[in-house]
């Protein structure tokens, strides 16, 4: 069976074991064995006990329990096995509490959609928050690897946020069903895709912003970004939306729906795209964020969205905002992932386009 495509952000590294359950002053000896009970605690009583309570189908005086109580019990402790088995762990090696989604309203996704989710995951400004960045996680991957990464490169001034896609079958991985903004049905250049669903998740994202500006954030001091398909989706609503925006970060992706764009300028007006006053007058995308600037990054060796992907979407993205917000960096040696140079290139385009405001 062919393997299954995902877009999971770089995890810390596993904890370490967990210390015995014995606590800290329990001794473990390797000399001669600790001497055994005896008489009415010897092993050999109880033992000659407990068989015989097996074979009454009790458990003592005070404590009996045929054989429905025993399946009771073991059907519970089954059921902790399973729900710990499920529960993933922190960073400590502790279970890690996230928001579940439930039938409730108050565990709808902040984006607008009709599908319950999370809420998004968010790393808070350490103080009043002038400013936001957006960012969206990649195919079967959480909002939650990414706000720690945010964690580690944070201004003050801003809040992260990033919100968690809904769970849906995912055609390319057959059908199985996952965290997907939207539907994939294949990689190839030529494969169908699914506009119905990109076109509503975008409306979502647009809603998200929207919050954010009845929170006080002015959209344009708000970055959208994302990873993968996360970056795409980032893209195509950048493009669509008509709140003017800070910036886009997209990391390892491609533009989708790329046929219901302008096509390629012509030559007499490319020859005007040095100069922004007239790339305001002829530039093909008629909505607020034609000076859009973008940072695209996309490493060399990327098995699942290749770098020609990546190179295609930055000479399209040229055609269609000014040229010269463009920039399109790439990364030696590294695959569909992330890495501390392109973190702190992220980092750097964040804070420049979103300084502190007194």
Not at 98 to 117: D, F, H, I, K, V
Request: proline share 9%; with cysteine.
């Amino acid at each position: 069976m062919p393997g299954v495509v995902s877009d999971r952000a770089p995890r810390p590294a596993s904890p370490p074991p967990a210390r015995s359950m014995r606590g800290p002053h329990a001794e473990v000896s390797s000399g001669s064995p600790r001497p055994q009970p005896t008489g009415r605690h010897s092993a050999g009583h109880c033992d000659a006990r407990a068989a015989a309570r097996r074979a009454a189908g009790t458990r003592g005086a005070g404590g009996r329990r045929g054989a429905g109580g025993r399946a009771r019990a073991g059907a519970r402790a089954r059921g902790r096995a399973r729900l710990a088995a499920r529960t993933p762990l922190g960073p400590a090696g502790r279970p890690l509490r996230l928001p579940l989604p439930t039938r409730g309203r108050g565990s709808r996704c902040m984006c607008g959609n009709n599908m319950s989710a999370p809420l998004p995951a968010i790393v808070p400004a350490a103080r009043k928050a002038t400013a936001a960045v957006i960012f969206l996680h990649g195919l079967g991957d959480t909002g939650h690897g990414w706000a720690e990464a945010f964690a580690g490169i944070r201004s003050a001034h801003i809040k992260y946020i990033c919100p968690h896609a809904p769970v849906m079958p995912v055609t390319l991985n057959m059908n199985m069903a996952m965290p997907s903004w939207f539907d994939i049905i294949g990689l190839s250049p030529d494969s169908l895709e699914d506009e119905t669903g990109i076109k509503q998740a975008a409306e979502n994202v647009k809603a998200l912003i929207d919050q954010e500006v009845k929170n006080g954030i002015p959209s344009n001091r708000i970055i959208l970004g994302g990873f993968s398909q996360g970056g795409a989706l980032s893209l195509y609503t950048a493009l669509t939306t008509q709140q003017k925006l800070a910036g886009v970060t997209a990391l390892s992706c491609w533009l989708p729906l790329r046929a219901s764009f302008p096509q390629t300028l012509s030559a007499h007006y490319t020859a005007f795209t040095v100069d922004c006053r007239k790339w305001k007058k002829c530039g093909p995308i008629g909505g607020v964020n034609r000076d859009i600037s973008i940072l695209q990054c996309h490493g060399d060796l990327d098995p699942l969205v290749p770098l020609m992907f990546g190179s295609l979407t930055a000479e399209k993205l040229k055609t269609l905002v000014n040229p010269a917000n463009v920039t399109f960096r790439t990364y030696a040696g590294m695959m569909h992932s992330s890495c501390q140079q392109e973190m702190m290139d992220i980092k750097q385009f964040i804070d420049k386009l979103l300084p502190p405001v007194d």
